[in-house]
C-alpha cells in the first residue's frame, strides 16, 4: 500500500521558519514528479511546489518563490520542503503529492498530475 506522510507541521510566529517533510513507503518515487500543495480555510486547494525526479527542474507559486525551496532525497524516498520568514497567509494544511505515472502534459502544479496524496499537516503562523 503507498502512503504518504507529511510531518514538521505546528504553529509559529511570523518570521520563523518551518520544514516540513513527507516520507513515501509503498514505492519508489524516485523517478517520478513530487509536489506539495496546501488548502486554508474556506478555500480551494493550491499549487506551492514540485519537483522533478532529477532535482533539476522546480516550480514555485509566486507566493513562495524566494521564502520556500522544495528538495528531495531519492535514497530516502523523501520529499522536504524548507518555509522561511512564515506569513500568516500561508497558514494552511499542506499536502504532499506524488506522481504514479507520468503526464507531461500537465503543468507540475496541476493537481491532476498527482497519483498520491498524504493526508496532510497543520500549519499555523501567527502574526
Known amino acids: 500500500q503507498v502512503q504518504l506522510v507529511e510531518s514538521g507541521g505546528g504553529l509559529v510566529q511570523a518570521g520563523v521558519s518551518l520544514r516540513l517533510s513527507c516520507a513515501a513507503s509503498g514505492r519508489t518515487f524516485s523517478r517520478n514528479v513530487m509536489g506539495w500543495f496546501r488548502q486554508a480555510p474556506g478555500k480551494g486547494r493550491e499549487f506551492v511546489a514540485a519537483?522533478?525526479?532529477?532535482?533539476?527542474?522546480?516550480d514555485y507559486a509566486d507566493s513562495v518563490k524566494g521564502r520556500f525551496t522544495i528538495s528531495r532525497d531519492n535514497a530516502k524516498n523523501t520529499m522536504y520542503l524548507q518555509m522561511n520568514s512564515l506569513k500568516a497567509e500561508d497558514t494552511a494544511v499542506y499536502y504532499c503529492?506524488?506522481?504514479?505515472?507520468?503526464?507531461?502534459?500537465?503543468?507540475?502544479?496541476?493537481?491532476?498530475?498527482?497519483?498520491?496524496w498524504g493526508q496532510g499537516t497543520q500549519v499555523t503562523v501567527s502574526s
Open positions: 503529492a506524488a506522481e504514479g505515472s507520468e503526464r507531461t502534459w500537465l503543468t507540475l502544479g496541476s493537481p491532476g498530475r498527482y497519483d498520491y
Open positions: 519537483i522533478n525526479w532529477s532535482s533539476s527542474i522546480t
